[in-house]
């Protein structure tokens, strides 16, 4: 880390999707500038870039964030998992295999925020959840094609029959 | 969106946030979900970020007997999953739980929040209703301010230059409590919103800070119903009229959550 207040580049290390990354980063790129441009982990979509459409979610040590209001110097040390980090080789996470099934994708500009959202719900919820329980869970991710039936139907399926398996080392 | 250019410097730990805060020049950074879109919309400005979000002497919640203690960098989700808050300041977890989005909730701070004094922040509302403390550090000293005290107007706090909030202090209320809140959709800031803990009332909304309702609070005292109680919700208030909302519509929006706020914790209608 720079010992200096100046604006110069901040070395980071962090942990993207399980691999260890070493970075320079300006202090103003955000963590989805990071990814993006750095990493080139696309996956990650800027929506608003204000906070508020959910697009750019992904997970810092196992929990949502929105990783256009994070700015990657806040990372050091910690385990970011995207949307590129989800599946296990081919086979798919089972939230992944869920909205697949259950048709929760229209344009799929918001589809790696909500299941990131998703994932994240699932990790910290103890039980059985309702559909109001998805519906609040989510409620920081927009979708503009309004699908969020399928997308609640989806996340439901998997919270309520199967374990989800672990992606992260957070401490939820 | 791309902010003007800022420094970064991450604290050592609370010791060296002091030292650096006490030679200027530097703004603190603890979840920055206030302060990184404002800088990013460029309403905001910073020479040098003073990163505290990490600093985990700073995140706790402790039981002191005669107040719960908690740190300023304890973040919204750990406030409203806390057992110990649940059981001892229901109000304050709930209150937690109802802010933003979980994205938000997982990275903002109490302290932070606290620090950036939006009006309609919640947990300066139900602070208040609680009759909050500061917790407020400086290199060669400390002192705890009344949170009604505290926060100042819009944006504006009695925080002095090198100056940190390290925690709040609040005295555990186990009694029944309602948080209301009414804004336009989903992510916005509330219009006016009400905490009620106790037969404390405060409401958010009709002034600069959120303010509590001492006609209502004298009312419920004297065994009033919630209709006529609540209607005292916004008297002696000055409400500002602006493109949100009429300051007719807040009254008559402070008066409606404030007696719905009061039927929830049984009070009669």
């Known amino acids: 880390m720079t010992e200096s207040g100046s604006r110069e580049d901040v070395e980071i290390k962090l942990s993207v999707n399980g691999r260890p990354v070493a970075a320079a980063v300006e202090p103003r790129t955000t963590l989805a500038g990071l990814l993006r441009d750095e990493l080139g982990l696309t996956g990650t979509n800027i929506g608003c870039d204000t906070t508020s459409c959910g697009a750019c979610t992904v ?5 949502a964030v929105k990783s256009c209001t994070v700015v990657g110097a806040q990372a050091h040390g910690r385990s970011v998992v995207t949307i ?10 089972p939230v992944q295999r869920a909205f697949h099934e259950h048709h929760a994708v229209q344009c799929g500009f918001c589809t790696p925020g909500m299941v990131l959202a998703a994932v994240s719900l699932l990790g910290s919820a103890p039980g059985p959840l309702t559909e109001q329980d998805v519906r609040l869970a989510l409620k920081g991710n927009l979708c503009r094609c309004t699908g969020y ?14 374990a989800v398996p672990a992606v992260s080392n957070g401490d939820e | 969106m791309i902010p003007a250019a800022f420094g970064y410097r991450r604290a050592g730990d609370l010791a060296d946030a002091l030292i650096r805060l006490g030679q200027g020049g530097v703004t603190v950074l603890a979840g920055g979900q206030s302060l990184l879109p404002a800088l990013k919309a ?6 040098t970020l003073l990163d505290i979000g990490h600093l985990t002497e700073l995140s706790h919640i402790t039981d002191n007997g005669s107040h719960l203690a908690i740190g300023a960098t304890t973040r919204h989700c ?21 802010i933003a989005d979980p994205q938000i909730r997982h990275m903002g701070t109490i302290g932070g929040s606290l620090a950036h004094a939006d009006p309609a922040a919640d947990l300066i509302l139900a602070g208040i209703a609680l009759d909050a403390s500061v917790v407020l550090a400086r290199r060669d ?28 202090r609040v005295a555990p209320d186990t009694g029944p409590w309602s948080h209301r809140k009414f804004h336009r959709d989903a992510l916005e800031w509330a219009v006016v919103a009400v905490a009620v803990s106790s037969g404390r009332v405060a409401i958010s909304g009709l002034a600069p800070v959120p303010v509590r309702a001492p006609g209502v609070e004298a009312a419920l005292k004297r065994g009033a119903g919630a209709a006529e109680a609540a209607a005292l919700a916004d008297a002696g208030t000055d409400p500002p009229t602006d493109r949100t909302a ?17 039927i929830e914790i049984g009070v009669a209608p």
Do not use: M
Not at chain 2, 42 to 47: F, Q, S, V
């Open chain 1, 59 to 63: 997970l810092l040590d196992g929990r």
């Open chain 1, 84 to 93: 590129e980090g989800l599946a296990d080789g081919d086979r798919l996470h």
């Open chain 1, 149 to 162: 039936h399928n997308i609640i139907q989806a996340v439901l399926a998997v919270a309520n029959t199967q």
């Open chain 2, 42 to 47: 460029r309403t905001a400005r910073a020479e």
């Open chain 2, 78 to 98: 750990d406030l409203a999953a806390s057992d110990l808050l649940r059981e001892r300041l229901p109000s304050l977890a709930g209150a937690a739980a109802l």
């Open chain 2, 141 to 168: 000293g400390v002192r705890v301010i009344a949170l009604r005290d505290f926060v100042l107007g819009a944006g504006r706090t009695a925080i002095e230059p090198g100056e940190l909030i390290t925690e709040v």
């Open chain 2, 246 to 262: 009429g300051a007719d519509y807040r009254r008559h929006l402070a008066r409606v959550l404030t007696r719905r706020a009061l």
